[in-house]
Structure formats: structure tokens, C-alpha cells
């Protein structure tokens, strides 16, 4: 690859990474194309050499929102597959991820942004779910594989929803108690 090439690669994985943080800050409506440009250090004109539309910078910020998890474990050197469901919960369901809904996931920043989204955005979301729920379900104790992600599926709504109610709540105490009532349920579906 050329150096204008990488030069240009680079480019487009900032302006991914930081759309990726301000969507998860403000909602998918929350920031326009000319804010985000001028946040990277670029002209507005700039940005249509690196994405067709702004659905399709939408769909890979939401596609690296997703991907920052694994990012996270990768660097702090953990094995995701080696998790507990206290584990998971202990990370995920934490005052630190109530804090920071921009570097969090996108299900507790975005649901309802992504269920208005376009297509693309809607089917990177999808298969998320699947993956999530899949990862869960190997955590879940359970008689059958019905039943596991039936454990999944609740402790990951949960999860998503617990750690946006404990965002919206003016109630620090309030807060506390969602976000420890949700990591203790999540801890225990592995029994």
C-alpha cells in the first residue's frame, strides 16, 4: 500500500473511531457531518472521499462501537471465551460503563437510535445480538440449548436496559441498586 493510501486509511479509521465515541455520546442524530470533520481536523468536502453517505459512516461507527469490546479484552490481554457470566456482568453492568456511554456498548447507548436506522446499521446490530447471545448462552446453565438462550437473551436485555436506566436515573443511590441488582441476576445464570 502507497504512503498516500495508508495516509488516507488512517484518515478514515479516525474519523470511524471518533464517530464511534460522539454516536454513542449523542445519539445517532446527535452530531453531524460537519462537527465530526472538524472534531478530526478535516474539511466537510474531505469526508465524501472516505464514505458514500453518511448512513455508511454511521454503519461502520456502529460496526466499531460493536468491535470495541473485543478491542478492550484483546489489550488487557483476556480471553473472552474464558469469561464467567460474573465476569461479563462485573465489566459490563458497572459505574464505569454508566459513566462513559462512549466508549460502551452501542445496545445500552442506542437501541432505540439503531431500531430508526437504516438497513445496514439494523443488520450489523442483528448480528451482534446473535453473537452476544450465543456467548451467553455458553456461560448459561441450562437442560437444553432452548433454555440457555432463553438465560441469555433475558440477562443481556437486562443488562442493556439496566445499565440505560441507571444512566437516565438522577438517583445516584437508585443507580447503584439497578446496576448491583442486574450484575447479581447476570452472575448467577451459570447455576
Known sequence: MGRSQLEK??????????????LREEGLEGIG?????KEAGLTVGGFYKHFASRDDLVAEAIQSAFDSWGRKLEAEGVDPAEMTAADIADRYVSAYHRDNP?????????????ARSGETARG??????????????????????GERRRKAILAFAMMAGGVGLARISADEGLSAEILATIREFVAGIDK
Open 124 to 145: 450489523i446490530a442483528t448480528e451482534r445480538l446473535e453473537r452476544n447471545f450465543e456467548a451467553l448462552a455458553s456461560k448459561a446453565a441450562g437442560t437444553n440449548d
Open 33 to 37: 457531518v460537519a462537527d465530526l470533520m
Open 102 to 114: 462512549g466508549e460502551g456498548c452501542p445496545f445500552a447507548a442506542l437501541t432505540s437510535d439503531i
Open 9 to 22: 486509511q488512517k484518515t478514515h479509521e479516525k474519523i470511524v473511531e471518533i464517530a464511534s465515541k460522539r
